[in-house]
């Protein structure tokens, strides 16, 4: 004990060089890992998807064999998922949490160590799967049974990685429960916290409840598939379906934890730039509550042309529309947070405004998937492709990309160009609804997700399509030329760098000394 | 501030194009009306949905837009430090809360209809495999097997220099289509043989899964004598985008008369012809 505190008083990284990375428990040095880790994957996951996109450019195909293309989608699905948006949102909480409760470090330094490095093993043994005899998975990222099951070499490859992301969310998100729970600064009440850490603490619970699912989903795949059993084929009494609503009640809630830490950003940012406290504090956490509550009783929405009896459609069609309910009321608590108030428009704000706006269309398309007789046309087309863009690309993405220029000067001591801030954000708005608006109307038009190849009449929509995504995906070329000019150099960044920012975060120098709080700061009654 | 006028331009044609009247040709721009009562009540439904979507749209993002534009620091430099109000709170949980159950309502009924297969007046069960699908009539021992044409299976391949636009629905065709009279409730009854396929024909109002081992089943009632187009739509395999369906739905005497020539030229029509997978 005497020796951790005495080595809390250095300054400076134990070890150098690449040991100071591998060896860290400092959760700024992990927190940086996770987002640089998140970055490289948002490349590759990025790269697939533009290779999508050329090949979608025209009917006919141009670049690549069927097979080849669904282990695209696959990969590009579980990449941007698990190893983009997930540690992404990890690396925030690395970074932030601490320094917003008042904290040292997070509460298990070790375990956080390595949630961590896990992750490089689990994404390169996914992308190994690429160069194995018949290629990497295929049956896209609900691996769905019993085509996720005919994979040649991949599929053991796949499920161990799965395994792995798995051991790495649930141990980040026991992790960052300890520590709100356990080190708060003295008068850091849970009701005080920051709307960041609350949504956090939610996120976590729904870490930890629901990875195990799928983790024991996967395995009964690999139980099927190598040793005789049969929790999926009927010949042996099981059922595909069964996979289906495990996987489900693993993948609603995963889409929320996607989105509640989103959640929690723009509850800070928006409030800076206000000028303005945030709206209803209260019912914004009782919402987040009650978002991941009923997060778990809708998975049906997504089996409705399963074949699931009509009480089930029902049931998963009411539920699904009470949760636009909560979703509704942090919207409107966002905007009301706006009004009459003295709007500054930096490049963190425009993100979360546009996040304001574009997440909401996502949630309108929501509503309309659970119309279940609707989602008999929606389901499966362009048009759920469109749904989870918007939810997660304008959503979690923008979300992240805000939250990076938020907290940026912070982490670097550096102020960004806010030039180059802005350039970056208005290409990327401008092409990103380029590149998913049209997707609505090819999806309302018959065209179905997850096809290399398809009918004449959907071309135009396509090429305008992927003209988008060509200038959404250079457009973060500028996101990363910032981050770097950033690091290296740029103006000096104050402490207090947003005017109307309140939190303890804010209270230390920029860019963070190594340790932080290591006495407790004093929240004010 | 341009770029959201322009922004709100687009969105005005676009509501314009989208509120007009369904003239029976399928638009790009929306779902189809389709031809069943099924796919009438699902445009309504749709159509409902969208236009109270816009509604909500035009208050949220008017006072986004009113927030941006005049509560700006340059117009608004004091802001007003207001942080909840109770009643606006119970207002807007409760409001959205009565709309959803607006809309909840005649989708619910919408669904009970679709999903009540009772009192069909003929069978015809459909079967998915990689990467055909196979129709077969019980009441007249029928196999049909539906694949690809050849016409887009030559186009299909990467570098097969040839266009798909000098064949008319290509990736729509199929060797032999589905053939249905019009003005009967049909039943569909939906399996698999292999993957989980599914069955989607926009212009029916029917997507449903066929599941290997499961037995799924919806209806359709087909108002319109014509040819109806879609596609597998669950990733099964290569073959997952050379999977299209083509339904033809005929006057009921054309019908039986169809099924007599078919008996004619197929007289072993009860025995499976072998299966083969078309690798285009
Ligand atoms: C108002 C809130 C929302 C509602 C009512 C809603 C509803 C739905 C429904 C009904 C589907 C199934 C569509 C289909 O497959 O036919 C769906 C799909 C999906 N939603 Fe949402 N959603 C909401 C918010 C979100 C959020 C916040 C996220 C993530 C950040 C999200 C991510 C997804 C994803 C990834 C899928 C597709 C999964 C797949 O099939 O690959 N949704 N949503
Ligand atoms: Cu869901
Ligand atoms: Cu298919």
New binding site residues.
């Given amino acids: 004990m005497s020796q951790s505190i005495a080595l809390s008083h250095d300054a400076h990284p134990a070890s150098r060089g690449l040991m100071r990375w591998i060896k860290t428990t400092n959760h700024k040095d992990i927190g940086t890992l996770y987002l640089l880790f998140s970055l490289i994957m948002f490349f590759i996951g990025g790269a697939m998807a533009m290779v999508i996109r050329a090949e979608l450019y025209e009917p006919g195909l141009q670049f690549v064999n069927p097979g080849f293309y669904n282990q695209l989608v696959t990969m590009h699905?579980l990449i941007m998922?698990f190893g983009a948006v997930m540690p992404a949102f990890v690396g925030l909480a690395n970074w932030m949490i601490p320094l917003m409760i008042g904290a040292p470090d997070m509460a298990l330094p070790r375990l956080n160590n390595w949630s961590f490095w896990i992750l490089p093993f689990a994404f390169t043994l996914l992308l190994l799967t690429l160069f194995l005899p018949g290629g990497g998975p295929e049956g896209?990222?609900?691996l769905y049974v019993p085509y996720s099951m005919e994979l040649g070499y991949s599929f053991p490859f796949l499920i161990f990685a799965i395994h792995l992301m798995g051991i790495s969310s649930v141990l980040g998100g026991i992790n960052i429960i300890v520590t709100i729970l356990n080190m708060r600064a003295p008068g850091m009440t849970l009701m005080k916290m920051p709307l960041f850490v609350w949504a956090w603490l939610i996120t976590a619970y729904l870490l930890v409840a629901v990875m195990p699912v799928l983790a024991g989903g996967v395995t009964m795949q690999l139980f099927d598939h190598f040793f005789g059993t049969h929790f999926f084929s009927v010949a042996g009494g099981g059922s595909p379906l069964l996979w289906e609503n495990v996987f489900w009640f693993f993948?609603?809630p995963e889409?929320?934890i996607?989105?509640l830490p989103?959640f929690g950003i723009i509850s800070e940012i928006v409030p800076t730039f206000s000028h303005k406290p945030l709206f209803g504090r209260t019912t914004m956490i009782y919402a987040l509550a009650s978002i991941a509550f009923l997060s778990f009783i809708?998975w049906g929405?997504?089996m409705?042309?399963s074949g699931m009896p009509v009480s089930a459609d029902l049931f998963f069609m009411f539920s699904?529309?009470l949760?636009?309910v909560p979703?509704?009321v942090k919207i409107f608590n966002w905007v009301a947070t706006m009004w009459k108030g003295a709007l500054t428009f930096e490049t963190p704000m425009l993100f979360a405004i546009a996040f304001i706006v574009l997440?909401t269309i996502?949630?309108f398309?929501?509503?309309m998937?659970?119309l279940v007789p609707a989602?008999f046309q929606?389901?499966?087309s362009y048009f759920?492709v469109a749904?989870?863009h918007y939810?997660?690309v304008t959503?979690?993405v923008f979300a992240i990309m805000a939250a990076v220029y938020f907290w940026l000067p912070k982490w670097t001591g550096h102020m960004y160009s806010e030039f180059w801030g802005k350039v970056h954000f208005w290409v990327s708005v401008i092409s990103v609804n380029v590149l998913y608006f049209p997707m609505h109307f090819l999806g309302l038009a018959g065209m179905p997700r997850r096809v290399p190849d398809y009918a004449v009449q959907f071309t135009n929509l396509n090429m305008v399509s992927s003209i988008g995504g060509f200038v959404f995906g250079a457009a973060q070329l500028i996101f990363v030329a910032i981050i770097f000019a950033t690091i290296y150099g740029g103006k000096k960044a104050e402490a207090h760098v947003w005017e109307g920012a309140h939190g303890l975060e804010w209270t230390v120098p920029s860019p963070a000394p190594y340790h932080t709080f290591t006495t407790p700061p004093e929240v004010a009654g | 501030m341009k770029y959201r006028r322009l922004l709100a331009a687009a969105g005005a044609t676009l509501l314009l194009a989208m509120g007009i009247p369904p003239l029976g040709a399928r638009t790009l721009y929306n779902l189809p009306y389709g031809v069943t009562p099924i796919s009438h009540a699902i445009y309504g439904l749709n159509m409902m949905a969208f236009w109270i979507m816009c509604g909500i749209a035009a208050i949220v993002f008017g006072a986004i837009t009113w927030s941006i534009i005049f509560h700006r620091r340059s117009r608004h430099p004091k802001p007003a430090d207001f942080h909840e109000n109770t009643a606006l709170e119970v207002v807007w949980t409760i409001i959205p809360f009565i709309i959803l159950i607006v809309m909840a309502i005649p989708a619910a009924r919408v669904l009970i209809r679709a999903e009540n297969v009772h009192h069909s007046e003929m069978t015809v069960e459909v079967t998915g495999y990689q990467w055909l699908w196979r129709y077969t009539y019980p009441r007249w021992n029928i196999n049909i097997y539906s694949r690809l044409a050849d016409s887009s299976l030559r186009i299909a391949p990467l570098n097969s220099g040839l266009s798909p636009y000098s064949t008319p629905h290509y990736l729509h065709a199929v060797t032999h289509p589905l053939v249905l009279p019009v003005g009967e409730k049909i039943r569909l009854l939906i399996t698999s043989k292999d993957v989980i396929h599914s069955w989607w024909v926009p212009d029916l109002g029917v997507q449903m899964d066929a599941n290997p081992g499961l037995v799924n089943s919806i209806w359709v009632k087909i108002l319109k004598p014509g040819i109806y187009r879609g596609q597998c739509n669950q990733i099964c395999g290569w073959g997952h985008a050379y999977m299209p369906i083509v339904v033809v739905a005929k006057p009921k005497a054309q019908f039986l008369a169809w099924v007599k020539q078919w008996r004619q030229r197929h007289p072993l029509a009860g025995a499976a012809s072998p299966v083969s997978n078309p690798d285009p």
């Fill in positions: 699905g998922i896209g990222w609900t993948g609603h889409v929320y996607m989105i989103a809708v929405h997504h409705f042309t699904t529309m949760i636009a979703t509704g997440f996502g949630g398309s929501g509503v998937l659970s989602d929606y389901h499966n759920v749904h989870i939810v997660l959503g979690a």
